[in-house]
């Protein structure tokens, strides 16, 4: 009887031992999703076609929106000027509009669009205070 409860035992210890090993696996973990932002992130050199101008913007993440970012220096508006925008996809809009800005220029419509990851289009308007303009500028990453 004692042989009997001590093979009883034992396989009941095996089968927890296994129990062990099998529930200590790794389980595959699911990759977190990419962030539709990164690609806009980073520095850009600005060609607005209209004035000629060329200019840099610095393209953050908005810490306040799980899909918007900060452009700075957007319309060559000065440095910590900051214009909010939403991205989705590969396209980005102005967001909230019409945008005052901290140095009061109002910017009343603005979108652009990627081409492939170094390359954006962008058609806006804005009010500087004197003038309202229309604008076509193409933003190249650094």
């Given at each position: 009887m004692?042989?009997?409860?001590?093979?009883l035992l034992s396989l009941f210890l095996l089968s927890l031992l296994q129990f062990g090993f099998y529930s200590c696996q790794d389980e595959?973990?699911?990759p977190e999703p990419t962030d539709p932002r990164s690609n806009f992130i980073g520095v850009w050199s600005v060609n607005e076609k209209w004035t000629k101008l060329t200019y840099e913007v610095?393209?953050?993440t908005d810490p306040n929106s799980s899909s918007g970012?900060?452009?700075?220096?957007?319309?060559?508006?000065?440095?910590?000027?900051?214009t909010h925008a939403l991205v989705s996809g590969d396209n980005?809009?102005?967001?909230p509009?019409?945008?005052?800005?901290s140095n009061g220029w109002i910017i009343e419509s603005g979108s652009?669009?990627?081409?492939?990851?170094?390359?954006m289009d962008w058609n806006y308007v804005?009010?500087?205070?004197?003038?309202?303009?229309?604008?076509?500028?193409v933003f190249t990453k650094k």
């Open positions: 004692k042989k009997k409860a001590d093979i595959p973990i699911d610095n393209i953050t970012i900060l452009i700075e220096n957007f319309a060559a508006s000065g440095s910590g000027v900051k980005v809009e102005i967001n509009l019409p945008q005052t800005l652009g669009a990627l081409s492939g990851t170094t390359k804005f009010d500087d205070e004197a003038n309202t303009y229309t604008a076509m500028a």
